[in-house]
């Protein structure tokens, strides 16, 4: 399995508190994801990153912020949680490679959060 | 980004070859067809990516027609472990390096 872990993996909270995910990797790949997936539903991807301090937004990303300052760490924040945000988290990484588009991405094992 | 069509679920016996058809019809020159699963609520699975020619690995093969609008999965030997929500995905060109899951295909391995 690609290095991947996800902290923590299963998270209770309550309405209106600030909760943050992380996501550790050991691999050095640049670009890494943070995709949720409510019941019944594919995964939609809320924010990725393509390099340390660089980041940019999915299609999910009202209510997220992330944070990348080393290569290893992507952090995803809730300022502010909902229960519209309870769901299971996933992180994801992928290395660059020689086209865009052409090198695999790895999946860690999810973190589900509940907002109560 | 080139969209997906799947359909919602297949049914296949225990041993025998499974096919999972996939159209992306939109597809753009640079763009790869990737193939991931779910088993259950675990993190996906990658199976198997190609760009315009067939590609085999230890999981399974990837046929792509030969105008890329669509692609057939092949798990050689289905077992019941393979019971999964199976993915078919664009990606590259001009979405980058990102991953847009549809709805998937809902394959039940029956033995």
């Known amino acids: 399995d690609a290095g991947i872990t996800q902290s923590p993996r299963h998270k209770v909270t309550e309405t209106g508190t600030p909760v943050t995910l992380r996501c550790h990797q050991t691999?050095?790949?640049?670009?890494m994801y943070w995709y949720r997936q409510d019941p019944g539903h594919g995964l939609r991807l809320i924010h990725y990153?393509?390099?340390?301090?660089?980041?940019d937004k999915g299609e999910v990303s009202d209510g997220y912020s992330v944070s990348r300052s080393k290569t290893e760490d992507f952090l995803l924040t809730l300022e502010s949680a909902t229960s519209s945000q309870t769901s299971v988290y996933f992180c994801?990484?992928?290395?660059?490679?020689?086209?865009?588009?052409?090198?695999?991405?790895?999946f860690g094992q999810g973190t589900r959060l509940t907002v109560v | 980004d080139a969209k997906t069509t799947q359909p919602p679920s297949m049914d296949c016996a225990e041993g025998r070859a499974a096919n999972l058809p996939c159209n992306h019809s939109t597809i753009s020159g640079n763009e790869y067809v990737y193939w991931y699963r779910q088993i259950h609520s675990q993190g996906p699975q990658y199976i198997i990516h190609?760009?315009?020619n067939n590609e085999t690995n230890e999981m399974a093969s990837l046929i792509i027609t030969e105008d890329r609008k669509s692609s057939t999965l092949i798990l050689p030997h289905a077992t019941l472990r393979d019971t999964a929500v199976y993915y078919c995905i664009v990606r590259g060109g001009a979405a980058g390096n990102k991953l847009t899951f549809g709805g998937g295909t809902r394959v039940l391995v029956k033995p």
């Open positions: 990153s393509y390099g340390v301090k660089d980041t």
């Open positions: 994801a990484i992928s290395a660059t490679g020689g086209n865009v588009g052409n090198t695999e991405a790895f």
């Open positions: 190609g760009l315009k």
């Open positions: 691999e050095n790949h640049r670009y």
